[in-house]
């Protein structure tokens, strides 16, 4: 399977531990994107790179969250100092920029619960 | 806010008959609307866009519907097959569909019956 992988999909912390996602886009896809969904919610745009530069930021990106995709491939979300807020679904996103579609290939997201 | 709205949770409908689902949106410099589908424990996926340039766009089953002026959109499915139920998010994004960042509706449920 080529599409958009995501770990874990499932996590479970107590407030104050620090947790991190990992995402693998579509090899060949350049944009990687990282959008938040909460219950009864659509999904919310968090972040997004091309190549290995993060070019957007949104205020919902607190400073206790990171994002990171240090060789234009893989990326990874850390989480510092989690908040019972910060339960949601994690989506990680890909595309190739040019595309005129504006088309994300979605992975299966990574389940937070903060207890 | 909600820039993208859509007012009906849930919708049913009976297998063949035809699925329209609406999503209203109040930013004016949207440019590019775009319809996902989500089936559970997966991630959504794209179904079918349109430009702001265009009022109808058709792939197949789907139809997409775009009313400038009053800001609307909708989905048309027919006919309709068990397979769609799922929940269709309507999303928008200001950058001509090369972008990043979609503005999504909170969804609804589509149930086909057989």
């Known amino acids: 399977d080529t599409g958009v992988s995501q770990d874990p999909r499932h996590k479970i912390t107590k407030r104050g531990q620090n947790v991190t996602f990992r995402c693998d886009p579509i090899s060949e896809h350049n944009r990687l994107y990282w959008y938040r969904q909460t219950l009864g919610q659509g999904p919310e745009f968090l972040t997004y790179f091309q190549n290995e530069a993060q070019l957007e930021k949104s205020r919902l990106l607190s400073d206790r969250f990171s994002a990171e995709r240090p060789k234009g491939s893989f990326s990874t979300l850390e989480i510092q100092r989690t908040e019972q807020g910060d339960s949601a679904m994690y989506l990680c996103?890909?595309?190739?920029?040019?595309?005129?579609?504006?088309?994300?290939?979605f992975g299966e997201g990574s389940r937070l619960t903060v207890l | 806010d909600q820039q993208v709205k859509q007012n009906s949770p849930s919708l049913s409908v009976q297998e063949g008959r035809i699925s329209i689902l609406n999503c209203d949106y109040t930013n004016s410099m949207f440019d590019y609307f775009l319809w996902y589908k989500k089936y559970p424990a997966e991630g959504p996926t794209f179904l079918i866009s349109i430009s702001s340039i265009k009022d109808k766009n058709e792939d197949g089953r789907f139809t997409v519907f775009l009313n400038k002026s009053a800001k609307h959109l909708s989905l048309h499915i027919v006919p309709s097959q068990p397979g769609d139920s799922a929940v269709y998010f309507c999303a928008a994004s200001d950058s001509g569909g090369s972008n990043y960042k979609l503005t999504f509706g909170k969804g609804t449920l589509l149930t086909v019956n057989p």
């Open positions: 996103a890909s595309s190739l920029a040019g595309r005129k579609t504006g088309e994300l290939f």
